[in-house]
Nanobody, 123 residues
Framework: VQLQASGGGLVQAGGSLRLSCRAS????????MGWFRQAPGKDREFVAF????????YYGDSVKGRFTISRDNAPNTVTLEMNRLEPEDTAVYYC?????????????????WGQGTEVTVSS
């Protein structure tokens, strides 16, 4: 499985960005997908998770109410809509995937990772 993340960039505080992660290489529809982020000098942080059917979604506490994860299995893409961005959201964002994810907030649950896309929020 290959994951390709895109959509990062520079935005002012209060603005919005949409990240996408496209999967290829196998039957995408059976993969659960997650987003993580890593700010400079900090550990990687859980952002959001969605099951392969889209029936279960989780968010990290710091993004609840501002970020929305969704997926479209037809073009093999999961999207992270980020609104009301804050400077604290500045990080490299990574998409991740696996067939079984008992604990979506743990990095170790995911076998497949994208290369990361950088988000910078200016104050």
């Amino acid at each position: 499985v290959q994951l390709q993340a895109s959509g990062g960039g520079l935005v002012q505080a209060g603005g919005s960005l949409r990240l996408s992660c496209r999967a290829s290489g196998r039957t995408y529809g059976n993969l659960h997908m997650g987003w993580f982020r890593q700010a400079p000098g900090k550990d990687r942080e859980f952002v959001a998770f969605i099951t392969w059917k889209g029936s279960t979604i989780y968010y990290g506490d710091s993004v609840k109410g501002r970020f929305t994860i969704s997926r479209d299995n037809a073009p093999n893409t999961v999207t992270l809509e980020m609104n009301r961005l804050e400077p604290e959201d500045t990080a490299v964002y990574y998409c991740a995937a696996d067939d079984v994810v008992p604990n979506p907030e743990r990095e170790s649950e995911y076998s497949y990772w994208g290369q990361g896309t950088e988000v910078t929020v200016s104050s």
